[in-house]
């Protein structure tokens, strides 16, 4: 059986009790970043053996762990924060098991992009999510398609691009439209940013920094070009 277990995006006390368990019976947990990950097993007394699996060698070990799988080992896949296969290593593995009949299961758990479109203050009835925008080549292209949907869209990314994107919104979308930056989501310092593009744009142009992980919500253009 191979476990999706989604792991806490911040507060460490989103891990589920199942999630726990699991983790517990198991016998590798493959992670993105062990020593990241080696902070919530130690935290939760965890003592189940840690493989790395991460994008930089998920091509040359899937065969590994495949053969692991199918003879009989127990696998979890857990990422640095969130749900395995979302923005982050897991579909290979997934696919592979998909197509050779083993088992497969994903906890339910923490993730950015409920929690960032629910508490917004955008419409949240029907929703595109985007993940990461490429950093350079088709970027433009990505931001004129999402700008002409009719429904909210959602983008991943990092503090030093937020200008960037920020500036890209209003060049296509227009100052006017409203957004939400939502930014260290579950941790102290949590923000919902709720305003237009241009008061976004204008806000954290005067700030020094801004750090964490950053979810931008915005809200579609409607029948009339206006959101």
């Not at 919530?40 to 590994?64: F, P, W």
């Not at 080992?73 to 009949?101: M, Q, Y």
């Not at 983008?155 to 439209?177: A, V």
Request: charged fraction near 25%.
């Amino acid at each position: 059986m191979l476990y999706l277990v989604p792991t806490p995006i911040g507060n460490l006390d989103d891990m589920t009790v199942r999630a726990i368990k699991i983790l517990q019976k198991v016998d590798l947990i493959l992670a993105e970043d062990t020593r990241t990950s080696g902070h919530l097993i130690k935290h939760y007394q965890i003592e189940t053996r840690m493989s790395s699996y991460h994008a930089y060698n998920e091509h040359k070990k899937l065969q590994d762990y495949m053969n692991m799988l199918k003879e009989g080992i127990n696998i979890a896949l857990i990422t640095d924060a969130g749900t395995p296969g979302i923005s982050d290593p897991g579909f290979l593995l997934v696919r592979e098991c998909r197509e050779n009949n083993l088992k497969v299961q994903c906890l339910p758990g923490a993730n950015a992009i409920i929690p960032a479109i629910a508490a917004s203050g955008i419409a949240c009835d029907k929703f595109y999510f985007e993940g990461f925008l490429p950093h350079k080549k088709g970027r433009q292209t990505r931001h004129k398609y999402l700008c002409e949907l009719p429904y909210t869209f959602i983008i991943y990314e990092s503090p030093h691009r937020l200008i960037k994107c920020l500036k890209e919104l209003k060049e296509h979308c227009g100052g006017g439209r409203k957004a939400c930056v939502v930014r260290e989501l579950t941790k102290i310092y949590e923000e919902y940013n709720y305003k237009t593009v241009d008061e976004l744009l204008e806000d954290y142009e005067s700030r020094p920094s801004v750090k964490g992980e950053i979810v931008v919500v915005v809200a579609g253009k409607s029948e009339k070009g206006k959101t």
